[in-house]
């Protein structure tokens, strides 16, 4: 056996517990409901999981490196808005727009990761002061409405396919690709690992933690800020209240999937684990007609079920 | 004495031990292992890094389950299943990881789960402080019970530690290794402690790899090799040759040959470096082909010193030059990028990250080598991986397998192994060998003697003085921060730098 | 506004909105401003962000600052209570504005929340010639507007037998929940949706989308509340098929016109009431 | 000096960064606004925090054993509803009430706790379960709708005061000063800081680490209760959507009052500071009458340059 096969493998098979409840639970609906399991329906899950999605991704990279990013869904209405206001039909390059809103995010990114490395501040307060200030810029910049008239090249990033497959969906698949192999194959991939495990001995082994860290936070920004040009590309405007807990949801998919707040478990294979699980979850439970409130009660019991079922696995 | 009558077989056999079985993915850490310890008596567990001994000791501490097999006490099995029960049938143990609580004064931390209440939960501070310091003053300690545990170094830690299993007042006491961070007094405090238990009817299981504690504290010792128990002796009839043996499953030949070599010019100059609260003006310098043994007491600074000249805890004032070039340490990462590595004595706080392979943390420090724009070179590393794991002799159940999960004699050997493929031109080994078994630190002497005769300079702190002496071209002894006097090892006596480290 | 501290302003008084990041509320609070900067008025303008527990908070800092009137969006019904209560302690005039709370204020400026989704499911029935199904979206749950507007429209239903609702949900009034909600509707439902009603636009824009992405507009009516601005664009395009007009400007001016009378010891009307209006393709004209 | 005292004097001076920026925050406001330094509006202050104050100090429990609460918000609304369902005039004593609020809310928590010790289910998956199904649970047991109606020796708990002080105010102070001396002086106290300082020596110290978290849990989700009825007492309603995001505050003003994310660092009195902070911030800024979108930014600046202030005196 090669290597880094037995890994792989080990990895694949501790990440079990989670892909079989996520068998079970689609086995499940299945069963219930006809609609479920469709071509077109589970594209539309994947459509639907594609925006948690990338914020997932990106928010692994500080979960990893021992951090947390509170600030996405402010960050996703703030890029969205600004995005947006660069979209209208005739005025700028669609491109434009898509780069300066991924700028906006990882520009906010950039300024959570300095505060948390240079000014030594817990990342929770850094990233809880972005999240009101990046929803109060998002308020300021809209004036507190929507943006809107925008162009179809642009809407066309949330509404699009190609060869039937949702642009978003794509987009996710791509984020999520590199950033695996990022993680697992590359040098800075590896020092968040390192410096999510241990802080102190990465820095004893002269790993410049202050640019790993910043690294991480300006990266999950930047993927905020897709996913916010994203989302308004698909609701067809700039909302400057949009996105709001999204952060939650994100996270929840990354710890889902097995990546730990303590930093320097997990990885992206997981995270987008978690995110199918909850999308698949609110998918089932809608076509299944469940009533709201109990919806509400039988996802959290099915998320804490799943995460324990995986847990006991591993053990 | 918890029992006044007793049978005969009893009192032969304290603790009892038949057919233990442990095993963890990948090994089978203990294999069938009987073992009967007499009352009073102390009992010595030797063996190679990752023989077992650390699974036995928490098995009979409750840390962990055994497979198969059972353990009795008094004649009555114990059933434990956490530490909690075991503390309470009077079985203490020292644990070979520190345990520290770093946010609670000393006092705490070693009276944690023995603390003295009134009405039940309300804690009595004054009792906690006098009980704590009673504890300390039996060690002969002069730690402050209301200092923060995290402001104390790693050997006040164990002290500490070691203070905490005598405060819980049990009959049996199990120490992993309770003397890797300590110097010979403390050692001495410890083993008087230890007699005086012995006098009081305490059995003890003690493991160390300094084999002439074996000799100096030990009754009976057993040899465990691969999770067997290949024997046990009285300590009065074995020899070290013959324990050596019996650990290793062959002849050894322990390498002792002194082949000096004289450095050739200056490689490390220090001239008048202080830090507060570490150390002050000292000026000494590392020639090339050189080790320079650091002797000293507990807290006398060594330890500051080379994390200064690494940058973990840069220095106030004074110079560092290597060659003729003058550097200004700020970080590891500047350290490193001119030739300095650094081999910390706390590996787990600044060495190891637990959950990365036995690889990754080979490779950590020096990544650079084996990736290509960018990418890591999984190859290159396991090639090189397999080689270190190899001339170390690191056990494990593979290169993939987490740090964590390997022997505390092993992952030392990682973390040196890490600092070795950075290819320093000085190397900074803080206490290097500490938990390391007997047949490699022979072999890890034998690669620092080498790599000095290759041109490096190695700067040697240890507190175990066989070590620097048989190691070092040259001695510093440092005492409160300064540097007192500098010995030849040819020419001095452990009893004379005992004399120059302490206050006189 | 240093030339409007050089004159004493005619009367303060402390405004306490339901959210300043719905549009809606937006727009009253602009109409406010420029209401009340024609009279001399200065306001001080405060944002609950739909928590009633903060809205009490914010009446007695008013009261606290000796304000000499109350304008109040309130929250909830009952949970905004004590905010008039308070103010009635202090004899401190207080006027609700868009909608009520159980105790009652000294003026009322607005409508009846029942009453839009009234309107948007009468719409949905005549088009439906009283034959056909319908969906819901709520907002999120258990808030006052959610509770009214699901009540209106349960009411119309209750009269329409011919009409059934099919499912209903909550989207939380956010558009991207909406649109899941629709894309998952489609696929349990399909053909079968004859009518959608959203609780508000947002979601009512969401749907919207996700039917035209889905092919399905064409077949299938979609009308909700607010007129927002997006809203009565995709009305006067012809996508939605209808929304329903509240006058926020009125409202506004109104509100700080009857605040400013009632601090002045005038006496006024103590219910104005404002009537919502259905906008479709028809009468869209009238509102841009 | 006595042998407590200079470790409390070290811990009051580590404090004094945050004190000294709440105490400037605090001159800045009375120098711009003259309603702020009135007797009668820092008392308001005091009434505006109490909620959170008891939120917050319920969460430091958690905290300070290395977990976390995502469930306080929702655990409020639904301790809120059920206390409000047994509140109405002339059905049963008021005590009744409020012990079954407590109740619901300690049995929240307790299931928090045996579910993340028991089940080894990560925290703040096994409370963001919480979080859904509690709100879930409000809205069933009430049926979507507001119980209101209560009795006027229930709403007194919220609006009413003795000797001028107000009633919530009092319970918070009774709270934060049990909850500070349980902390710091009692044996199980010192365990919960054992347990979050390091978990695994505190398990090999032979404490009952499933007790002391599982103990940490249940106080958090009874103070949780308390939290809901005081709310719902105030705005005499029991109403299924109250809460909302109300953990978030909660862990901020722990956090920014110096408590780790990590566990085993942090106390009471911090916790206070951080609520104060908060308070004094949302009550100046409303009286000077600032915009509420630039009110949102200012106030993550705020925070987060007091947390930094504070960590800058610490080093
Ligand atoms: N939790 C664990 N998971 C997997 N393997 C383990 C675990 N703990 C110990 N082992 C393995 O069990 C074997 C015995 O380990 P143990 O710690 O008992 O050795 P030891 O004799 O104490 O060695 P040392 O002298 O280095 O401390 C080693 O091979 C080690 O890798
Ligand atoms: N983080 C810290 N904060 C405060 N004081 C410290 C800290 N680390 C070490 N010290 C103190 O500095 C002094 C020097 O410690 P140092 O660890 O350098 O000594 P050492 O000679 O290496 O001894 P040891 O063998 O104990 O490591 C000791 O008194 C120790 O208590
Ligand atoms: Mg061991
Ligand atoms: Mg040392």
């Keep these: 056996m ?314 | 004495m918890r029992s006044d009558v007793r049978t005969t077989e009893e009192v032969e056999s304290f603790l009892r031990i038949r057919g233990l079985t442990k095993a963890f993915p990948g090994v089978r850490a203990l294999d069938d292992v009987d073992l009967d310890l007499k009352p009073g008596e102390v009992h010595v567990l030797i063996g190679e890094n990752g023989a077992g001994k650390s699974t036995l000791m928490k098995l009979v501490a409750g840390l962990e389950c055994p497979d198969s097999g059972e353990i009795s006490k008094q004649g009555r099995v114990l059933r434990m299943r956490n530490p909690h029960d075991a503390i309470r049938l009077g079985i203490a143990m020292i644990h070979q990881e520190l345990m520290p609580f770093r946010q609670m004064t000393v006092a705490e931390n070693i009276l944690i789960g023995q603390e003295p209440v009134q009405f039940g939960v309300w804690i009595d501070r004054k009792g906690l402080l006098q009980g704590a310091a009673r504890v300390l003053g039996r060690l002969k300690c002069a730690i402050s019970p209301e200092r923060l545990l995290g402001e104390l170094s790693l050997a006040e830690m164990q002290l500490v530690e070691i203070a905490r299993a005598l405060a819980q007042d049990a009959d049996v006491i199990v120490m992993d290794e309770p003397t890797s961070s300590l110097s010979k007094t403390e050692v001495a405090a410890l083993f008087e402690v230890i007699r005086d238990l012995q006098q009081r009817g ?270 070092s071209d040259r001695l510093l002894v440092m005492r409160n921060g300064r540097l007192v006097a500098e010995l030849d090892p040819e020419r001095t006596s452990q009893e004379e730098v005992m004399g120059h480290a302490m206050l006189r | 506004s240093s030339k409007e501290e050089a004159k004493p302003a005619e009367a303060v008084i402390g405004v306490s909105l339901l959210n300043l990041s719905s549009e809606f509320i937006v727009m009253i609070s602009e109409s406010m401003e420029q209401r009340a900067g024609e009279l001399g008025v200065e306001l001080i303008i405060t944002d609950a962000q739909r928590n009633a527990e903060k809205q009490v908070q914010q009446v007695e800092s008013f009261i606290a600052q000796g304000v000499d009137a109350i304008i109040l969006n309130p929250c909830e019904v009952e949970g905004s209570s004590p905010a008039v209560a308070r103010a009635h302690e202090a004899g401190i005039p207080i006027v609700n504005v868009n909608s009520e709370t159980r105790i009652e204020p000294s003026a009322f400026v607005g409508s009846h929340d029942e009453e839009s989704a009234r309107l948007a499911m009468e719409f949905i029935v005549q088009r439906l010639g009283g034959n056909g199904n319908v969906v819901m979206m709520h907002g999120y749950m258990g808030q006052a507007a959610q509770i009214k507007r699901a009540q209106g429209a349960r009411e119309v239903l209750e009269a329409n037998p011919g009409i059934r609702l099919l499912s209903e949900q909550t989207a939380e009034w956010d558009r991207a929940k909406a649109m899941a909600l629709m894309e998952n509707w489609i696929q349990s439902y399909g053909d079968q949706i004859n009518a959608v009603f959203a609780h508000n636009d947002e979601m009512g824009m969401g749907a919207l989308i996700a039917l035209e992405q889905a092919g399905l507009k064409d077949r299938i009516i979609v009308a909700s509340v607010d007129a927002i601005a997006d809203a009565l664009g995709a009305v006067s395009e012809g996508r939605l098929d209808a929304t329903v007009f509240q006058d926020s400007v009125g409202q506004g001016r109104t509100a700080v016109e009857t605040a400013l009378k009632l601090s002045r010891g005038e006496g006024c009307e103590p219910e104005v009431y404002i009537p919502f209006q259905l906008v479709t393709l028809e009468n869209i004209d009238q509102f841009r």
């Design chain 2, 202 to 471: 305490a059995t003890i299981l003690y493991t160390s790899h300094k084999m002439e504690e074996v000799f100096e504290i030990g009754d009976r010792v057993t040899v465990l090799r691969d999770g067997r128990r290949v024997t046990t002796l009285k300590v009065d009839d074995a020899s070290e040759e013959e324990l050596i043996q019996a650990m290793v499953g062959r002849e050894l030949t322990l390498v002792s040959s002194r082949a000096k070599g004289r450095g050739a010019g200056p490689l490390l100059t220090v001239h008048n470096l202080s830090r507060k609260g570490g150390f002050e003006k000292l000026s000494f310098q590392v020639n090339a082909g050189e080790i320079l043994g650091f002797a000293g007491l507990m807290g006398a600074g060594r330890t500051a010193v080379v994390n200064a000249l690494f940058g973990l805890e840069p220095a106030d004032r004074g110079e560092i030059q290597i060659g003729d070039r003058r550097l200004r340490i700020r970080c590891p990462q500047d350290a490193i990028r001119h030739g300095i590595g650094l081999v910390s004595e706390d590996r787990r706080r600044l060495g190891l990250v637990p959950q990365m392979s036995v690889r990754s943390n080979l490779t950590l420090a020096n990544l650079k080598a084996y990736s290509r724009r960018g990418f890591v070179d999984v190859a290159a590393e396991s090639r090189i991986t397999a080689e270190q794991v190899h001339s170390l002799g690191i056990k494990s159940a593979g290169q993939e397998q987490p740090v964590a999960f390997l022997s505390g004699g092993n992952q030392q050997k990682v973390v040196l192994s890490r600092m070795l493929l950075i290819c320093p031109s000085v190397l900074l080994l803080d206490e290097p060998t500490r938990g390391i078994d007997v047949g490699a630190k022979s072999e890890i002497h034998g690669l620092i003697r080498k790599l000095a005769s290759d041109g490096l300079g190695v700067l040697l702190v240890s507190s175990e003085l066989p070590e620097l002496l048989a190691l």
């Design chain 1, 2 to 315: 090669q290597p880094g096969q037995a890994s792989r493998l080990a990895e694949w098979i501790s990440r079990y517990g989670l892909l079989l409840a996520l068998v079970l639970l689609a086995g499940l609906l299945s069963c219930l409901t006809p609609n479920f399991a469709t071509a077109q329906n589970l594209l539309i899950v994947l459509r639907q999981i594609s925006i948690n999605g990338i914020l997932a991704v990106g928010v692994t990279y500080v979960l990893l490196t021992g951090g947390v990013d509170l600030s996405l869904g402010s960050v996703v209405a703030l890029t969205g808005v600004v995005a947006a206001g660069f979209a209208h039909p005739g005025e700028y390059p669609v491109i434009l727009a898509v780069l300066v809103g991924i700028l906006a995010g990882s520009g906010c990114g950039l300024v959570n990761g300095l505060i948390v490395t240079r000014g030594k501040v817990a990342p929770f307060i850094v990233t809880l002061g972005m999240l009101t200030v990046a929803r109060g810029l998002a308020l300021v910049v809209s004036g507190g409405r929507p943006v809107s008239n925008l162009s179809s090249s642009f809407t066309v990033l949330g509404g699009g396919a190609i060869i039937g497959i949702p642009i978003p969906v794509l987009i996710l698949c791509v984020v999520a690709f590199a950033s695996h192999v990022f993680l697992k194959r590359t040098r800075p991939g590896r020092y968040i690992y390192a410096v999510g495990g241990n802080e102190a001995a990465a820095y004893a082994s002269g790993i410049n933690v202050t640019a790993v860290k910043t690294l991480a936070y300006a990266v999950c920004g930047g993927l905020a800020g897709l996913a916010g040009i994203v989302l308004a590309a698909r609701i067809t405007t700039g909302q400057p209240n949009a996105g709001i807990a999204y952060e939650l949801d994100a996270i929840a998919a990354a710890v889902i999937g097995g990546t730990s707040l303590s930093g320097g478990v997990g990885g992206i294979v997981g995270t987008l684990l978690g995110a199918l699980l909850m999308g698949v979850l609110n998918n089932g439970l809608d076509l299944m007609n469940v009533s709201s409130y109990w919806q509400q009660i039988v996802k959290g019991l099915i998320i804490v079920g799943a995460v324990w079922f995986d847990q006991k696995g591993r053990r």
